[in-house]
């Protein structure tokens, strides 16, 4: 359950870490449902993902991959030749962005008892889950996600965006946990990222300000962690070099009682409508 105490410090902070939230057999079976995902992933279709600013996204694969189930390989995943340089399954970034409603493991586990309880404790009227990803952080080539806020990529008006995030393995610093700069989330969404009517995409930046690095604090966090992020908190995580995977998952949510913008990137077609958590 969470207590009155949790949602005070969330709203002072930024962010919320629920050890035990989740028991370490639900992390299991998703993380065994990734696994087959990415098994049955046909790597013809190549989309290297990108997290760091300025080297975003451009391609259809990925912009049309909010109401689907698509893998994206690490940007190190290759070497000179074109050739994996580890394992497929050790190769990949992520997979994205709508398992919460086409996956049944990933929908129970996104709308499990407890889930559906904090998010209704939640500053939200109508809580809809918006988009999920599985994230790798592979050994030795997982890559650097730079300092950024959710808002920046998913926002309403006004701004309702809440990112839910689960250590699926123990998350450490040697294996690039998250790192977040507390109570930062007063401060304004620095930019924003549009997608054009006519499909061309692009940062929209109001603030250039550099993140100050030495403000942000890592959240090292054992398996079945569930961290609550503001979607104005600055956040990111570094590279892991390490020979130890950092499994995790994460979930959007967004009020839908605000308005959601076209130029959002993240876009579901008619027949395949948000859900909320009942
Ligand atoms: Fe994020």
């Known amino acids: 359950m969470v207590s009155s105490a949790h949602l005070e410090s969330f709203d002072?902070?930024?962010?919320?870490?629920?050890e035990?939230?989740?028991?370490?057999?639900?992390?299991?079976?998703?993380?065994?449902?990734?696994?087959?995902?990415?098994?049955?992933?046909?790597?013809?279709?190549i989309s290297v993902f990108l997290a760091h600013d300025g080297s975003l996204n451009k391609d259809?694969?990925?912009?049309?991959?909010?109401d689907k189930i698509r893998c994206f390989f690490e940007e190190d995943a290759f070497d000179e030749?074109?050739?994996?340089?580890?394992?497929?399954?050790?190769?990949?970034?992520?997979?994205?962005?709508a398992m919460h409603d086409l996956d049944g493991v990933f929908?129970?586990?996104?709308?499990?008892?407890?889930?559906?309880?904090?998010?209704?404790?939640?500053?939200?009227?109508e809580?809809?889950?918006?988009?999920?990803?599985?994230?790798?952080?592979?050994?030795?080539?997982?890559?650097?996600?730079?300092?950024?806020?959710?808002?920046?990529?998913?926002?309403?008006?006004?701004?309702s965006v809440i990112g839910l995030w689960w250590a699926l393995e123990d998350a450490t610093i040697e294996n690039g946990c998250l790192w977040a700069w507390p109570g930062a989330h007063r401060q304004p969404v620095r930019s924003r990222f549009i997608r054009e009517a006519d499909g061309s995409v692009r940062n929209d930046v109001t603030d250039d300000t550099p993140w100050p690095a030495d403000q942000f604090v890592p959240l090292e966090v054992p398996k079945g962690t569930l961290v609550l992020l503001h979607g104005a908190l600055p956040h990111?995580?570094?590279?892991?070099?390490?020979?130890?995977?950092?499994?995790?998952?994460?979930?959007?949510?967004?009020?839908?009682?605000?308005?959601?913008?076209a130029t959002n990137w993240l876009q579901r077609s008619p027949d395949r409508p948000l859900r909320g958590f009942r």
Not at 12 to 18: A, E, F, Q, S
Not at 60 to 66: C, P, R, V
Not at 107 to 125: G, I, N, Q, T, Y
Not at 236 to 255: C, E, K, M, Q, T
């Open 127 to 159: 809580p809809l889950a918006l988009q999920s990803m599985y994230i790798f952080k592979p050994p030795h080539i997982g890559g650097e996600v730079t300092f950024h806020q959710d808002a920046t990529y998913l926002y309403t008006e006004p701004s």
């Open 20 to 45: 035990g939230f989740t028991d370490a057999a639900a992390c299991d079976r998703l993380m065994a449902r990734a696994g087959k995902i990415v098994r049955d992933f046909s790597p013809e279709e």
């Open 81 to 97: 030749n074109g050739a994996l340089r580890q394992a497929l399954d050790r190769s990949i970034n992520k997979i994205g962005h």
């Open 60 to 66: 259809d694969y990925f912009l049309n991959s909010g």
């Open 236 to 261: 990111g995580s570094a590279p892991n070099r390490s020979a130890r995977s950092r499994h995790a998952y994460s979930l959007h949510v967004i009020d839908g009682a605000c308005a959601y913008p």
């Open 107 to 125: 929908d129970a586990f996104s709308r499990a008892d407890a889930v559906c309880e904090l998010v209704e404790a939640l500053p939200l009227k």
């Open 12 to 18: 002072r902070d930024g962010y919320l870490v629920l």
